[in-house]
């Protein structure tokens, strides 16, 4: 690859003005790139971070609180457009607590900390040529804000977006604009040099900066942190947080064994094969925070001597030029974090913080949560938590996944979540004022949620007693609640239309083009002026034929004044027509004149341009599931793909010596495998792609082999046997110390069950389902626990089959304490209610009644016995009888 892209990049930075700190720092990384750096940190080379210093323990004199304070500045990286939540706009714009902006709680918190402590504390913003005048619009309202002699802003350098093929300078005539990219929040360094900034600050005695997100309202500038970092002399601080299982995914500090220095490996830097040992938080127990401490002076000389090069790891980035569309060209941005600069600074050091000042708000989910009841602001606009306990978990569907969505469905505000410990929204419900969410909460279905409602109240005790499950046993809803809580949904891609049929449209789909695409004939007859008709109701009008036009035609004469043109359905109406007489009220003339029977008012017969669709107007909302008629108007509407939630695959394979493929001859002791032919029609079924791994044995080498090999290309993992105490149980063997969890459920048929993780390449998490191996049990599992969770991922509702209500034709008979999911025939009643006939074999063993089967009959767990009669409830598995 030539430097052909660098010097066209370089050259494009110069003409935008941009200085030669911010050029060598560009072309530093775009070496790297083209010579393929990865800028990966193996575990290998590193060691857990493990003594670090905690902010509880710091102690601090008011007074070295105060002396620390009046030479630090704030300092928040504001050049988000906060495009992962559907805005165009700064993030810090948004409006998150109490009609506030997160620029107008920063700002308010640094005027708190002046007044308490008696300082200066500047504030500035790290803007983005995108955020600018809109942020310091919002901060204009508060006029003791700005520090004499300081900005309130700097202005992020930028750097040209790269095609991935030949990295040269991509071109965007649509919007320009759309060409330049922020080089990562790494850049601040760089910034704060060729801004003048970092100079202005020193000069008004300003010596240390605090560094975080604007968009983490837990970031306030700590005096206690200030003055620890100033009593050791230290160049640099980082923030961590103790590190949960919800954390994994995030970066962390260790020690480079190489020369023992703090370094940062995020996401991007893992190492393949390394996965494992990344997510493992009881290794690596903390996480960065991304709130920096820095000693300006030891910058300046460190930006000195490296001529502004700080040589950071590069992060390689891939993109749509234009983020809001999917379908737009592929380009790469190059990029550094801010935090990786604790590699630089000889001597920095961590300290562990409360979780308190972590609290970004990257999604929608995060969102409801800091503008509900949970959270308050202080006296000092400190967001503290109104209650005791975890925040409550919250996951949105996707059609709350972007600002303009989210509110739209939230119109009276968000519901109270002081009580709630976790809500889960499928569908797109319109929530009405003063909505209560208590305990777990589950909306599936809902078209509105009233006033005044409360959601996920305990019912209120029943008169009889409950019999309940053993306390070894898990209940299925409480099992079902341990999958589903696991399962992120499918990641999203653009799918051709052929292949998109059962997916859920992950984001707003718009018209490229107006329906019609231009005015056409909706009838076989002449495009007329309708005035040249005037009488023709009385007696015929004779026109003259001036041409044809046919579907397709693009025609290039004019219709004047007692002028037709022969027309087709569906063609191009011509210049200088405003009505279609149809054909069988004139003599169907083709040359010469035609004569006209009927009188026509203008635009008559004729469908007018977008008359159907706008061009620009949203065809298809996120959360719409595709189907034949949703294919047909994205087509029509120029569209050849869709961005859906990922269909997921599936990998089946079945564990026991005996097991022999379809087909195949039988020896002593050996039966077909059917198992796996079941799941994976019932995969497919669901609305997953499916494959059939031929059978393990019962080694638990061999098992573990062939899962290493599968979950390079599955999404989930299906087994079934090998599950329960036998002594050639190999699932339950192999991967009890893989983490999987196996227990035992309260129902009958399916009572032994396995459940985990399995780690992938680039630690992709990996659902794998333990079944048990008799047919019936298999089969009931895939339906209650598999077929939820595959919906799950793909974002389909409702998730769960629905229970329906139908009268037993013959007793049956349940175990105390455990879930009967029996299997019946189910039809229809000359009243047209669901009649359930129980087949004559309810072992977990008989596949021919299986098969006869069409519905699963539910009886509780707290009942014994069933009548003729009575009402059950059924899950219908074909269509509805």
């Not at 109490?98 to 402590?117: K, N, P, S, Y």
């Not at 504030?123 to 006029?143: C, H, P």
């Not at 889960?424 to 319109?430: A, E, F, L, Q, S």
């Amino acid at each position: 690859m030539s430097d052909q892209g660098l010097h066209a990049s370089v050259a494009l930075m110069r003409e935008r003005g941009l200085g030669p700190e911010a050029i060598r720092v560009f072309e530093h990384y775009y070496e790297q790139l083209q010579a393929g750096a990865q800028g990966t940190i193996p575990e290998e080379s590193i060691e857990p971070l493990r003594e670090v210093q905690t902010l509880r323990e710091v102690r601090v004199s008011d007074e070295e609180a105060r002396a620390a304070l009046s030479k630090t500045a704030v300092i928040k990286l504001n050049g988000g457009l906060g495009t992962g939540m559907g805005m165009t706009g700064a993030k810090s714009a948004l409006e998150v607590k109490d009609g506030l902006t997160f620029l107008d709680i920063i700002a308010l918190q640094v005027l708190a900390l002046r007044e308490q402590w008696g300082v200066e504390l500047p504030l500035v913003l790290m803007n983005s040529f995108r955020t600018s005048d809109e942020s310091l619009k919002i901060l204009s309202k508060y006029s003791d804000l700005p520090v004499e002699g300081l900005p309130l802003d700097f202005i992020q350098n930028a750097e040209p977006k790269l095609r991935p093929d030949d990295l040269m300078p991509v071109k965007w005539p649509d919007d320009p604009e759309l060409e330049w990219c922020p080089p990562g929040h790494g850049d601040i360094y760089v910034s704060l040099v060729t801004s003048g900034v970092l100079d202005a600050l020193l000069e008004k005695g300003i010596r240390y900066a605090f560094l975080s997100n604007s968009d983490n309202l837990g970031a306030t500038c700590d005096p206690d942190v200030a003055a620890w970092m100033v009593e050791r002399g230290l160049p640099y601080v980082a923030e961590v947080c103790k590190r949960t299982k919800s954390d994994r995914k995030g970066g962390h500090l260790a020690v480079r064994r190489c020369d023992g220095r703090i370094v940062l490996r995020d996401t991007a830097q893992v190492a393949e094969g390394d996965e494992r040992h990344f997510r493992d938080v009881k290794r690596h127990n903390t996480f960065n925070a991304n709130n920096v401490w820095i000693d300006l002076e030891v910058l300046r000389e460190r930006m000195t001597a490296k001529e502004g090069v700080l040589g950071l790891p590069i992060i390689v980035n891939r993109k749509n030029v234009d983020p809001a569309d999917p379908t737009s060209p592929e380009v790469i941005q190059m990029e550094s974090a801010m935090g990786t600069a604790i590699e630089v600074f000889e001597g920095s050091e961590a300290i562990l913080v409360p979780r308190t000042r972590f609290r970004p708000v990257k999604t929608t989910n995060d969102l409801l949560v800091i503008r509900s009841d949970f959270f308050s602001l202080d006296e000092s606009y400190h967001v503290v938590a109104a209650v005791d306990g975890p925040e409550p978990f919250v996951d949105l569907d996707s059609a709350y996944r972007f600002v303009p969505g989210f509110e739209k469905r939230f119109p009276k505000g968000v519901p109270s979540m002081r009580d709630c410990t976790s809500l889960r929204v499928i569908g797109d419900p319109v929530f009405g004022r003063n909505v209560r969410c208590v305990g777990d909460v589950l909306i599936d279905g809902y078209r509105r949620v009233l006033d005044d409602a409360v959601l996920g109240e305990l019912p209120a005790p029943t008169a009889e007693p409950v019999t309940t499950p053993r306390r070894d046993l898990r209940t299925v809803d409480e099992h079902l609640k341990v999958i589903l809580s696991t399962l992120d949904p499918a990641p999203t891609e653009s799918t051709p239309l052929t292949e998109a049929l059962g997916l859920v449209v992950a984001r707003d789909v718009r018209a490229k083009v107006n329906l019609p695409h231009f005015d056409n004939s909706s009838m076989d007859g002449y495009a007329v002026q309708a005035a040249s008709l005037d009488g023709a109701d009385d007696s015929p009008v004779r026109l003259r034929v001036v041409g044809e036009v046919a579907a397709g035609d693009d025609p290039s004469f004019s219709v004047g004044p007692g002028e037709a043109a022969r027309i087709m359905t569906g063609a191009r109406i011509p210049e200088g027509a405003d009505a279609v007489i149809a054909v069988e009220d004139t003599d169907g003339s083709a040359t010469g004149e035609v004569e006209c029977r009927s009188s026509v008012s203008p635009g008559r017969y004729i469908r007018p341009l977008g008359e159907d669709v706008a061009s620009g107007s949203v065809v298809v909302s996120a959360g719409e599931v595709v189907g034949p008629r949703t294919i047909a108007l994205l087509a029509a509407c120029g569209h050849a793909e869709v961005e859906v939630h990922r269909r997921p695959h599936v990998v089946v394979l079945s564990t026991g010596a005996e097991l022999v493929e379809p087909g195949k001859p039988l020896r002593p002791g050996q039966i077909h495998d059917s198992n796996s032919s079941m799941l994976w029609a019932a995969a497919v079924g669901a609305g997953a792609s499916a494959e059939i791994r031929s059978s393990v044995g019962d080694s638990d080498d061999e098992l573990l082999e062939v899962l290493d090999d599968v979950v390079a290309r599955a999404d989930v993992v299906i087994t079934s046997g090998g599950v329960s105490m036998g002594a050639y149980d190999v699932v339950k063997s192999a991967l009890r110390g893989e983490g999987i969890d196996f227990v035992r459920v309260a129902m009958q048929p399916g009572k032994p069950q396995g459940f985990g993780l399995l780690t992938g390449p680039g630690g992709r998490r990996v659902p794998i389902f333990a079944l048990p191996g008799n047919p019936v049990s298999s089969f009931v599992s895939f339906e209650v626990f598999v077929r939820p969770a595959l919906r799950r991922l793909m974002r389909l509702t409702p998730e769960k089959r629905r229970l329906l209500p139908a009268t037993l034709i013959s007793g049956v008979e349940s175990f105390a304490g455990r879930r009967q999911f029996g299997r019946a025939v189910v039809s229809r009643s000359a009243e047209g209610t669901l009649v359930a006939v129980p087949v004559a074999g309810q072992g977990s063993h008989f596949v021919a009644d299986l098969a006869r089967a069409n519905a699963l009959f539910v009886v509780p767990e707290e009942v014994t016995e069933l009548v003729a009669g009575e009402v059950v409830d059924v899950l219908v598995l074909d269509k509805e009888a």
